[in-house]
């Protein structure tokens, strides 16, 4: 059975009516459902049609102690709702005596009202013959674009709700469509080169599937005629995705729970403290309209919000849960993940663009910088608790404001260092799917290029 | 499960009047009946091939945070996926509905996927004959194995006895972590080759992550174990032992300098070290890099592509290895596949998808994260197999380079550029350690990597891992004995 059919109603009411079986006085609920279609083609025929419909729930218990166990559980269904209860208030007996989690003082507080776009979904043989017309687009672009390996087309509709037995109730829905198209060339006597780009919005008709398979195409062609770098310290142009990966990498310096966890780069008391160039502001804009996927509240209720993290380089706020705010003597903020032990996390990241153009930061005219488009290896190259990152990268070297694409490279520095080195924010900002970002100038980055 | 008896041949309208009354408890034999209609319904519509996956899972996770318990995370999931092969293609359904009517939702909407219409009521369905149930489940006692695991309080005493001894042996501590988790999980493969086979696994791990501060000087650690099979494992952790590596490898590296970059002879550590083949070498020999054009090797079995003194396996077979099961996610038994013999490359990593595709025979090798993913061709325990040398003939041959003691993670590119962080590494100076550097990555190309392995030490060691790739995350193991890289670019600052 899935939330679809269910229903958040029934859920609630079956939930009610087993907790006062066993004897369980407060609890809340978070779940979800995804129904799910995707594919993937090669050379033209389609290779793999993933369909999914799938649902689960994460139940909490407070015993009489106050303390809280948890459990999730894909089966929804009254039998599924009963053992993940049951489970949870065993497992209660373990939980936290101290800072214990509650429920969001603001589970029951209006949430934004966003105007939601839903799709209706595409057939399967529409998602693959646009599929199918991206990858030719791509492959034709140019002769040595020999295969698109890496591709697919989705689109997914989501269900979710939080309730709780003090009466809280949300739910909502969403879709969206994606399409993402990574080329990859193949010349007698030179390395293989690629690059992607990728698109995301509420439906399949409003996917800007010509800009993603043009974005690709002239990406992987702009990496055909590469060089090595020497190493050595360069002036570097962050693009918008690559500056908001290492924003996200490093989001321990404004996450509370990390704070508390001392595994943070900041502490409490790092609020109003310069950590970045006057330059920079950076916001959590879960609601920004430009965020497809956005949801009105966090998985303990409680409602997004457009939250200043950094404002012309002072840190103005930290991300909360309900428990790290009542610990901090601050607002939950609308970021919390609902767990046994409750984690916080960013949602999407906005940085302002900057005032006006300067005439010494045009990447067109620009001599000696390296321009980083993508970052790679976040996951193995970042080292977030010290600060560093040496990270692997797609990107050129920009001469002459000619662009000479970096044929092996990594880039290393200190994270805070980097912020205290912005030297320049571009006036226009490029909208991602992880958030929105102009491009980000620093002053000096290490850079070791392959011998 | 039960069902009505009908006269052969079944006609399709007769389907929806079938009973089964499914176990919920148990993957048994009462599923032969109601998956092998299913699969009949599958080939008499026309699909070529036609695999259900069945899956219950119980998971449960512990962490202890200096000395208090913040969380014990159950977590119960069961679903199923339908996969349909027509030609060349190939769709995956996935559902959280094990009844007769959820699977057979989830293959008809597979194979209305690949174009094929349900014909009329009338039509014959002929059942598929499936094996007798290859249960191994049945082995080694697994049907106990989950009542045999840890309770939720011995979890917990566990994990904050050994972070007290953390505690004690580590010097400017500003994080303690020691984290378990267990996960058993019983499969049920059935498919239209006649395929029926049950498996249960349990995999643990548990470990630590410690994180030291000195002023602006800081350091972390992690150190994990791994095991399949023994339910006592978390137990019969020496802890005491864990502790003290991890202690010792944060202090040297508090006030470690970072690397200066360059290219630099490498030795790297046995053990994780092991990465370096997984992410260099190991991805590029599954059969799914082939399909995607993706992997150098793809035209060279039979040809050199190593140093002379390389040879590697992946194998599910070592006992109680992170990447160790008795079948694969296709119902396969597990196989010890030689991929690389003196230098020479001998066989590739292959699923069913791969064999279909490449014509490189299954290896046992088709892995998934879960019911929620096809199975693909993945890496079990891949390791470099030892050589002559020890490792003191290894350090006396550098002059100056690196040693990387503990390696973290790392990937490899769709050009075959591969990267690794190194978490703890020292500088090597005439043959010796001589000081702990920070903040490398090893970075370069595959094919290339692989020939500068010039030398093999004779102490190989395994570590368990979590490899990400197209069938989700599953559990691995990779291992070498230390080895020496002629040279290789290290970033750094």
Redesign the interface.
Known sequence: ??IKTAKVQTIAQQAEAIAQKLNITKYDIYGSSVDE?SAQV?KG???????????SVIVRVWNDQNQI????????DET?LA??LK??Y??S????K?NAPDFSPQATAPAAEVKIEKAEPAS??TLVETLVKAEKGVLQAHEAI??V??NGIAQREIERFYLNSDGAQRSEERTYASIYL?G?TDQEGR????AGAMRIKSGLSQLDVEGCTQEAADKTISHLDYEKIA?GKYPVVFSAEAFLSLLSAFSNMYNAQNIL???SLSTADSLGTQVASPLLSVYDDELHPENVASETFDGEGTPTRRLPLIEKGILKNFLHSAGTAKRMNAEPTGHASI???VSVGLNYLVVEAGDQADEAYQIDSADGVVLIDDL??L???V?A????F???FDGWLVKDGKRISVE???V??DFREVLKGIQHIEPVAEVTAGGICPRVWVSEL?I???? | MTAAIFEQPLRLAQIPSLNYTATTDKFDETWQAPLATLLGLGRAVGADFVEFFLERKNYISCLAEDDAITSISPSLVSGAGVRVFKGGSDCYVSTNDLSFSGLKDALEKGLAIMGLQIPGPQASISEINLEPLRDYGTRRGKDNWLASCPSMQTMGDVLLEANGALAKKADHVQARRAAYFRDWQEVLVASSDGTFARDVRLTQSVGFNLLCADGEHRSSIGERLGNTGDPSFLTAWDYTETAEKVAEAAGKMLYADYVESGNYPVIMANHFGGVIFHEACGHLLETTQIEKETTPFMNKKGQKVAHESLTAWDEGLSAEAFGTFDMDDEGMPVQRTLLIENGILKNFISDRAGEMRTGHPRTGSGRRQGYTHAAASRMRNTYIAPGEHTVEELFASVDKGIYCKKMGGGSVGPTGQFNFAVDEAYLIENGKITKPLKGATLIGEATEIMNKISMCSDDISLAPGFCGSVSGSVYVTVGQPHIKVDNITVGGR
Do not use: C, I, W
């Not at chain 1, 007996?93 to 936290?96: D, K, L, N, P, R």
């Open positions: 059975m899935t279609t090669d025929e389609p290779k793999q049609v993933k369909a999914s419909n799938r649902s166990g948890v459990t999730s559980t894909t089966n929804v599924g053992l993940a489970t949870a065993e497992a007996a373990f939980g936290v101290e399967v043989p020999t295969s390996p890496y990574y990859k390395k293989p080169r690629a190493s966890d001392n595994r767990g046994a032990k790679q290896a996951h193995a190259g080292n608790l010290q600060g560093s040496s990270l692997p092996s490279a990594t290393a520095g290490s070791t290029g392959e011998a």
